[in-house]
């Protein structure tokens, strides 16, 4: 499996490198932003991807401008290229209570904004785009429930590592999950634990102190990709490997991997992609005047070692924006 690579994006490195003051008023109106929680993390980048692609198509500039998780960070953002007059904004908030702030602003001066996924507490928007966050988790949870299940493991508890429950969608993942759970009957709890750097090796501390302080530890869900490394490692550093199991949500090709050798049960694959088009496409019909549906819902996958090789056709497409061959 090979990625084929791609220069960052035009605009993500404006952003990094501190050149957002070069973009000249005339280019500003024919722009559409995208503020990110962080593109270091692949989720966001194939969801920029889209913005990129369906904007560029239609005439547009485009420019990402990460957040680096920081509220103050995007405000600034915000703040800076509402200043220079965007024609747009699409905006992944770095929590649900963060958004109204900068959407505030953006009404204030007359920029529309779409919220793409996360959601936001409160304010005007265009249009919202969001997976189905519960439902995509409720999904994943099933599967791993009859897995337990299927072991013997029924009795056993199951922890969860989380994205922030201060986001809508984290709050979803977390609900669909548990309802999954209580169906199988499967009651016992190992704790929740909420990253917040994002990191395998947060993510590998959590997993690490769940299974001292629970040794009945049988079931695992981490809510995003690339932490789920961190609890494998966590359970091979225990000598536990093939006494948990282990179901993620979103996708790397590493976790693709991962599921085609069964080291993970399956994941609740959003599709990044996708929804960055769906976002560029509600915020162009918008700027030509056209009615736009106030949310918009976009199915997640819930891939499993039985039929990855099925999805791989889709999921090259519209969960990693092309990368995937």
């Given at each position: 499996?090979?990625l084929?690579?791609?220069?960052l994006?035009?605009?993500?490195?404006m952003a990094?490198s501190?050149?957002?003051?070069?973009?000249?008023?005339?280019a500003a109106?024919?722009t559409i932003?995208?503020?990110?929680?962080?593109?270091?993390?692949?989720?966001?980048?194939?969801?920029a991807?889209?913005?990129?692609?369906?904007?560029?198509q239609?005439?547009?500039?485009?420019?990402?401008?990460?957040s680096?998780?920081?509220?103050?960070?995007?405000l600034?953002?915000?703040?800076?290229?509402?200043?220079r007059?965007?024609?747009?904004i699409?905006?992944?908030p770095?929590?649900s209570?963060?958004a109204p702030?900068?959407?505030?602003?953006?009404e204030?001066?007359?920029i529309p904004?779409?919220?793409?996924?996360?959601?936001?507490?409160?304010?005007?928007?265009v249009?919202?785009?969001?997976?189905n966050?519960f439902?995509?988790?409720?999904?994943?949870g099933?599967?791993l429930?009859q897995?337990m299940?299927?072991?013997g493991?029924q009795?056993?508890?199951?922890?969860?590592v989380t994205i922030?429950?201060a986001r809508?969608?984290?709050?979803?993942?977390?609900?669909?999950?548990?309802?999954?759970?209580q169906?199988a009957?499967?009651t016992?709890?190992?704790?929740?634990?909420?990253?917040?750097?994002y990191?395998p090796?947060?993510?590998?501390r959590?997993?690490?102190?769940?299974?001292?302080?629970?040794?009945?530890?049988?079931?695992?869900?981490v809510q995003?990709?690339?932490p789920?490394?961190g609890a494998l490692r966590?359970?091979?550093a225990a000598?536990?490997?093939?006494?948990?199991?282990?179901?993620?949500?979103d996708?790397?090709?590493e976790?693709?991997e991962?599921?085609?050798?069964?080291?993970?049960v399956?994941s609740g694959?959003q599709?990044?992609?996708?929804m960055g088009?769906k976002?560029?496409?509600?915020m162009?019909?918008?700027?030509n005047?056209k009615p736009?549906?106030?949310?918009?819902l976009?199915?997640?996958?819930?891939?499993?070692p039985?039929?990855v090789?099925q999805?791989?056709?889709t999921?090259?497409?519209t969960v990693?924006?092309?990368?995937l061959?």
């Open positions: 499996m090979k084929r690579r791609r220069s994006l035009a605009g993500s490195a990094l501190g050149l957002v003051p070069a973009i000249r008023t005339r109106e024919k932003v995208y503020l990110t929680p962080g593109l270091d993390l692949p989720f966001w980048r194939y969801l991807r889209g913005i990129e692609d369906v904007s560029k239609n005439g547009y500039g485009f420019l990402a401008l990460d680096h998780n920081s509220a103050a960070t995007q600034k953002n915000a703040q800076d290229v509402i200043a007059g965007v024609a747009g699409c905006i992944s770095t929590d209570s963060t702030a900068v959407l505030a602003l953006a204030k001066a007359g904004v779409v919220v793409s996924d996360i959601g936001t507490n409160s304010g005007t928007y249009s919202f785009i969001i997976s966050n439902e995509g988790a409720y999904g994943i099933k599967v429930a897995k299940i299927a072991k493991w009795n056993g508890s199951v922890g969860l922030s429950q809508r969608n984290g709050q979803a993942r977390t609900a669909g999950f548990r309802k999954a759970m169906e009957g499967i016992r709890e190992a704790g929740l634990q909420q990253m917040q750097s990191t090796d947060e993510t590998f959590f997993v690490q102190d769940m299974l001292t302080a629970h040794p009945d530890l049988r079931g695992l869900f995003t990709d690339q789920t490394t966590a359970i091979k000598r536990r490997e093939g006494q948990v199991l282990v179901a993620s949500f996708g790397t090709p976790l693709v991962l599921i085609k050798s069964g080291q993970v399956g694959m599709q990044p992609y996708e088009v976002s560029a496409e509600a162009i019909a918008h700027l005047g736009v549906e106030k949310e918009i976009v199915p997640i996958l819930v891939v499993t039985e039929n090789e999805m791989l056709p999921i090259r497409k990693f924006a092309g990368e061959s």
